[in-house]
């Protein structure tokens, strides 16, 4: 199990984490391409993905950037290389919700990872 916990920064993943999954996630160890096509090395791996955002989730889900955000991260990255996608969690806002919305977000982390 894979568990990625992560902001989006301008629509994207932070820089620190594109480096990772650049390196880690590489021919080779990740993937292959053979005579076939791709072939995904890690299906025996499950992942889950929480991420924060600093604006509404109204704005991410009508500018359609929720979706893009969903097939960049779970499949152009993840399902590519064979990992099974369980829970991917917006929490959005975040820096303008009250106290009281920032536990039940900490505590839906706690519902999902009990859950899994």
């Not at 097939?71 to 820096?95: K, S, T, W």
Request: glycine fraction near 8%; include cysteine.
């Amino acid at each position: 199990m894979i568990t990625f916990v992560f902001p989006i920064w301008w629509t994207g993943l932070p820089a620190r984490l594109k480096g990772y999954i650049d390196r880690v996630f590489s021919h080779g160890f990740a993937y292959s391409i053979g005579s076939q096509g791709v072939q995904p090395l890690l299906s025996s791996k499950k992942a889950v993905i929480f991420n924060t955002t600093g604006s509404p989730k109204e704005l991410y889900e009508s500018s359609g950037m929720v979706k893009s955000l969903n097939q960049m991260m779970e499949d152009g990255i993840l399902r590519f290389c064979g990992i099974q996608v369980l829970r991917h969690v917006y929490f959005n806002a975040v820096p303008f919700v009250s106290d009281a919305d920032r536990k039940a977000m900490l505590e839906e982390v706690r519902r999902v990872a009990q859950s899994i």
